[in-house]
């Protein structure tokens, strides 16, 4: 039996805020549990809803030496789903409204996390073989574990995975202000360790200290080598990628699941779901204040809404669209632009776009649940989970061909009839519209064709069983098993 611990800022269905979330609280239970005792750590933040908070139990507490004082670190743990979570308390860093404040108070409150999730170790008496990091928040633990704990027998030989789930956060701030909160020595300050462009950066460090780096999906691996996608680091991420690999995400098939999801009000299945995932569309009509119209095609978006995702090319071709009979159900909230171009077309045509501008899970899974099709145009996009999400529901995506988008969302082909979703290529807004009005004729005049992607893509198996494996092939390289 090896041990393998998950450290991240969030985690289902503690606190989350996007996809890092999901990926953090499924895959540790899908590997089997004689092989792997696996393990997650994450902050006690003040927002983790109270009947989590009540479940926890209090372990301990100490003293840790921080940004020149003693800062105090508490721990509590609970075990949901058979996996043992623990929780890092100090309610300077973790009592904040949100979970992330921005640059610079973020980068003392993920420095202390990852310095005090390895202290803690020893205290509670679980030794990882492997430590799993995710992203910037994460990218001290390896720096830290190597420079300042493995003196100390209880942490040699404790291996690291540093995974990328989105290259645009990388912790990245004045070099000098880093030394001090961080307390990591200046030498480690050079090109080839922590400094970028003269600042210091938290997953640059994670990526030259961990043993093996990953990424969410294929394309995104080979895409994050180049100056395009690389943010800076293409160059370091080329060095490393004889030990860069690309997994890409699944999803907890209990947790999306259209025959037992509670959230929705009518269950399907790929057998049913033509008699029945219209009266998911009717109610949700009706939920959110769209025209009862069983015959138009819905399209669903649920999405941070940030630069990231496409939205200016959504906003450049909406009054277009709007002239098709479609209708639009937003979810998301982000950027303050976005949110309010989706209010001015929800206002602009009534009944037909319908911006619902807050954070709902239920409401997720009905949309997921509801619509014909689900718009994901990003700009990049490392893996995704929304477009699988949809392939299980039998939402058919419309993506762009990038990243995850590209390796789990097969194009249709009218001529082979092959394919789960559509796509296009540029980052171009009548490119999209061009594909979506592709879908639009398939949907309107060839409804049988349609219905057969609607069924492959929710024959596609998006469960975590494959990808888990990978990450059990490259944790058993790293520690031997
Ligand atoms: P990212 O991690 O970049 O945000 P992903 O597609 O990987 O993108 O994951 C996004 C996750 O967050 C999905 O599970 C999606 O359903 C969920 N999500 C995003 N915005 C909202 C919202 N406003 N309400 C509920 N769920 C949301
Ligand atoms: C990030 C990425 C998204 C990915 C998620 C989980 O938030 O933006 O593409 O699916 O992490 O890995």
């Known amino acids: ?51 989590y908070k009540d479940q926890m139990q209090y372990i301990t507490n100490f003293y840790m030496d921080l940004n020149q004082r003693q800062q105090y670190v508490g721990i509590f743990s609970m075990v949901l789903d058979g996996v043992t979570c623990y929780f890092i308390d100090n309610e300077e860093h973790f009592s904040g409204a949100s979970i992330y404040d921005g640059m610079p108070w973020d980068l003392e409150k993920f420095a202390f996390f990852s310095k005090a999730l390895l202290s803690v170790l020893p205290v509670i008496g679980f030794r990882p073989d492997l430590i799993h990091c995710h992203d910037w928040q994460t990218g001290l633990v390896p720096v830290y574990l190597k420079e300042e704990f493995s003196a100390n027998e209880f942490f040699r030989g404790i291996k690291t995975v540093m995974t990328i789930h989105n290259l645009k956060f990388q912790g990245v701030w004045d070099k000098k202000d880093i030394q001090r909160i961080t307390g990591l020595p200046e030498r480690l300050f050079t090109p080839d360790k922590l400094e970028f462009h003269s600042n210091g950066n938290y997953l640059k460090g994670g990526i030259v200290y961990a043993d093996a780096v990953s990424t969410v999906s294929q394309s995104y691996a080979e895409e994050m080598k180049m100056p395009f996608y690389g943010e800076g680091l293409d160059g370091l991420l080329r060095a490393r990628s004889g030990d860069l690999r690309g997994i890409v995400n699944g999803i907890d098939y209990d947790e999306f699941n259209p025959e037992t999801d509670p959230n929705i009000p009518h269950h399907y299945n790929v057998g049913n779901f033509r008699r029945i995932k219209g009266k998911n569309k009717a109610a949700l009509q009706k939920e959110i204040g769209l025209n009862e119209d069983p015959k138009t095609m819905l399209i669903g978006m649920v999405s941070r809404l940030t630069d990231q995702k496409g939205f200016d090319l959504i906003a450049y071709i909406m ?135 609607v069924e492959r893509g929710m024959e596609m198996d998006y469960s975590w069983s494959a990808s888990a494996l990978k990450y059990q092939e490259m944790y058993d390289w790293l520690i031997g098993y």
């Not at 499924?26 to 549990?33: E, V």
């Open 1 to 51: 039996m090896k041990n393998i611990l998950f450290a991240a800022s969030e985690c289902v269905p503690f606190i989350k805020t996007g996809g890092l979330a999901d990926v953090v609280g499924s895959l540790p239970k899908s590997f089997p549990k004689e092989y792997y005792d696996a393990r997650v750590i994450i902050p006690k933040y003040r927002v983790i809803a109270d009947k």
């Open 319 to 453: 009054d277009e669209l709007c002239q098709d009979n479609v209708q639009i159900a937003v979810l998301g909230t982000g950027e303050e632009g976005i949110e309010n171009m989706f209010r001015h077309f929800a206002w602009k045509y009534p009944g037909r776009v319908s911006a619902n501008i807050y954070y709902s899970e239920p409401l997720s899974h009905r949309i997921y649940g509801a619509c014909d099709t689900f718009l994901m145009p990003s700009r990049f996009e490392p893996c995704g989970l929304s477009q699988l999400m949809s392939l299980r529901y039998g939402t058919v995506p419309i993506v762009r061909e990038t990243g995850g988008l590209k390796d789990t969302v097969q194009p249709y082909n009218e001529y082979e009839k092959t394919g789960t979703g559509f796509s296009f290529t540029h980052y171009n807004a009548h490119e999209m519209l061009g594909i979506i009005r592709y879908a639009e004729k398939i949907f309107f005049d060839r409804k049988r064709d349609w219905n057969k992607i």
